[in-house]
């Protein structure tokens, strides 16, 4: 019961993530307009960066770390301890860095790029990744939607021409900060002497290990718009902007389960309990799978509706970006599936750097020959093929994983393609006959669920049973 309660929270916690921009996209979007939305993707991404550097693979590692040592009260404060003092110095000293940074060298948006500073300065404070390895996302998730609703709120109320971009900024900056404060009340109790400063030096070596991975892993997802910016091409950016925030969001979900599934297969991995990692893995790869896949086409169907009336007729170019996008999400989710689940947990770091920095390179490399001819759709095709390579080298060692036959995982993929394809034309049909009207993305919406659902509910109840009593075995875990 506790994994299925983890999951509906950390399922909320990753929506309340995208909800903002859910929310407010349609009103920022004409208010701001695509020019001002680009420079503040730009701005932040650059921001991001040094966020990245800020949390130096602490997420993984410190979920990891947390949920093998939670059994022992005593080791537990210690490591939560050496953890804490750790990330501190990292942070802050990335905040300075960053400041530093903007003083000495940025000229244009300045203003922008110093309330930005206040998202780094937030990641001194993130503990998230502490509750998430002790398997406890209520606190995460309360505190979230607090924060959230404010935030949206302010938004309304505070955002109200184009000039308000630096106001905007104020906003989700000052969320940011707020929404990890709060999380230092329900922290245990922390352990500051000699002895455990010392200690936590000997997180660094494992730390830079997964950071490696973490910082290309976000590389390959933001060189494109810091290209995209650097080429001076902010229209186009605030487009790509917002089609990537939409393909995010139903990724959420996929998101949330890897990282549930990070916490409990490490600690699985860790007591050789092959029989439930095979359970977890076959059922995780059938959602895995079988959800992406729905997403992908479904998002890709309802395209040419749904944003003209989503973000407007400033945003149409967005409709190509999203087609070419909505590719990627089933090889985004597989890749976290593989790195949540098998390499993470199995200590395999190495393979998922080699993975994330290759796949790096490759978007670089093609964002560089792509952009200059096409703008955001040649970004859009370099993220696609960056995944690709992402995928295949990080699936490789499934070839030989011993645990559970590699031939487990694919065998339901023809069906979940069909299925998509279904829906795909299904939707594609009734928008060319209904138009562009808010009706005709509903009735798309709720038709592509229904098929959905009833396609997996036939298929699986003939040729695997067992999956559709996955919820009902997960009550018991």
Request: aromatic share 16%; net charge positive.
């Amino acid at each position: 019961m506790k994994l299925l309660s983890n999951l509906a929270y950390q399922s909320v916690f990753q929506i309340l993530l995208m909800i903002i921009p859910l929310v407010t996209i349609p009103y920022v979007s004409r208010i701001l307009g695509s020019t001002n939305i680009g420079i503040y993707s730009f701005t932040f991404t650059v921001a991001y960066y040094f966020s990245v550097f800020s949390m130096l693979g602490i997420e993984q590692y410190g979920n990891r770390t947390i949920a093998q040592t939670k059994k022992t009260q005593s080791q537990l404060n210690s490591v939560l301890s050496e953890l804490v003092i750790c990330h501190f110095v990292i942070a802050i000293t990335t905040t300075l860095v960053y400041y530093l940074y903007v003083c000495s060298f940025v000229e244009k948006y300045k203003t922008i790029y110093y309330i930005q500073g206040i998202y780094i300065f937030s990641t001194v404070f993130d503990v998230n990744w502490f509750f998430w390895g002790m398997e406890n996302y209520r606190i995460t998730v309360s505190r979230n939607l607090i924060i959230k609703v404010l935030t949206v709120a302010s938004i309304f109320c505070f955002v109200k021409t184009e000039h308000d971009l630096p106001v905007y900024t104020w906003i989700l900056s000052l969320s940011a900060l707020f929404s990890q404060i709060l999380l230092w009340f329900y922290l245990p109790k922390l352990t500051v002497n000699k002895k455990v400063i010392v200690s936590s030096f000997r997180h660094i070596k494992p730390l830079f290990v997964l950071f490696t991975a973490i910082v290309a892993s976000h590389l390959y997802r933001l060189i494109d718009k810091t290209m995209l910016g650097a080429y001076g091409y902010m229209d186009d950016l605030g487009c790509y902007e917002y089609a990537d925030k939409l393909i995010r969001l139903p990724l959420a979900f996929i998101t949330a389960f890897g990282t549930i599934m990070l916490s409990r297969m490490s600690v699985l991995s860790s007591s050789k309990k092959n029989r439930l990692i095979r359970l977890y893995l076959y059922y995780s790869s059938v959602f895995v799978v079988f959800i992406s896949c729905m997403m992908s086409f479904g998002l890709a169907s309802i395209s040419e509706q749904f944003i003209p009336i989503f973000l407007g007729d400033g945003y149409l170019r967005a409709i190509a970006i999203i087609n070419i996008l909505s590719c990627s999400i089933p090889l985004v989710a597989w890749n976290n599936f593989v790195r949540t689940q098998v390499l993470i947990p199995n200590h395999k770091d190495y393979v998922y750097s080699s993975a994330v920095f290759v796949g790096a390179v490759v978007n670089f490399i093609l964002n560089y020959m792509l952009i200059p001819r096409y703008q955001s759709t040649g970004a859009a095709v370099a993220t696609f093929v960056s995944y690709l390579f992402v995928l295949t080298i990080q699936t490789y060692p499934l070839l030989t994983f011993k645990t559970i036959s590699f031939r487990k995982f694919l065998i339901h993929i023809p069906f979940s393609m069909f299925c998509g394809l279904i829906i795909f034309l299904t939707n594609r049909t009734i928008g060319f006959y209904l138009g562009v009207h808010v009706a005709t993305v509903a009735l798309q919406i709720c038709l592509g669920l229904f098929l959905s659902v009833s396609l997996f509910l036939v298929y699986f109840k003939r040729f695997d049973p067992s999956v559709l009593s996955l919820f009902a075995h997960l009550k018991k875990l």
